[in-house]
């Protein structure tokens, strides 16, 4: 368990309204990403964030921005949501293993976003 | 760009059978990291197993291992002694064993496996 949470774990929204999803951490980890699943595509990087106030955009970027104003927390929000957001998103960090400080990214349990 | 296919989308495994899942990556890179996730009806993305490109040893956690074939681009993943609880998708991923924006994941498609009682 690498202490990750995010909220809400599901949200049915309109088109054109703003969503914001939280990733919550509580071990201290420097770098955290978001990533977005869909059918046939696997998972694709968002943005990460490699500190608090530094971030950059992944593969897939347009349509979200994202915050991290203390180390716990990483935000992502949809400024406009459209249909094609209609996604499962996920957080993820970097933890380097007891036994072979092989970072190693473990996920948070998942968003569930319809935009209607 | 590094890349990962799974090309099997669906395997299916009687209980307590072996079956071997495929992964082939695309890198120019000489050293990396390669994961095999699995991934249960609660949605939940779980490690199954890592191995690190330098290391000639193929990876095992218990009933779980690999074959990896560097020169191929090849990393398999072979579940021995199914059990019904092994039924989830599992995804292969790449990643650079550089930091910064190389340290993100490159995922897979995704192969759904079936265990059958």
């Known amino acids: 368990d690498a202490g990750i949470t995010q909220s809400p774990r599901h949200k049915v929204t309109e088109t054109g309204t703003p969503v914001t999803l939280r990733c919550h951490q509580t071990e201290n980890h420097r770098y955290m990403y978001w990533y977005r699943q869909d059918p046939g595509h696997g998972l694709r990087l968002i943005h990460y964030s490699y500190g608090v106030k530094d971030t950059d955009k992944g593969e897939v970027s347009d349509g979200y921005s994202v915050s991290r104003s203390k180390t716990e927390d990483f935000l992502l929000t949809l400024e406009s949501a459209t249909s094609s957001q209609t996604s499962v998103y996920f957080c993820?960090?970097?933890?380097?293993?007891?036994?072979?400080?092989?970072?190693?990214?473990?996920f948070g349990p998942g968003t569930r976003l319809t935009v209607l | 760009a590094q890349t990962v296919t799974q090309s099997q989308p669906e395997m299916s495994v009687q209980e307590a059978e072996t079956v071997t899942l495929s992964c082939t990556y695309d890198?120019?890179?000489?050293?990396?990291?390669l994961f095999w996730y699995k991934q249960p009806p609660s949605r939940q993305m779980i490690l199954v197993i890592r191995q690190e490109a330098y290391k000639q040893q193929n990876a095992t956690e218990n009933r779980f291992s690999v074959n990896f074939q560097k020169a191929a681009k090849s990393f398999s993943l072979k579940i021995s002694d199914s059990q019904l609880g092994d039924a989830a998708m599992y995804f292969c991923a790449y990643r650079s064993i550089e930091g910064g924006a190389n340290s993100k994941l490159t995922f897979g498609k995704g192969i759904t496996l079936s265990v059958r009682p």
């Open positions: 993820a960090i970097n933890s380097p293993t007891a036994s072979t400080f092989t970072d190693t990214q473990y």
């Open positions: 890198t120019s890179e000489s050293d990396y990291y």
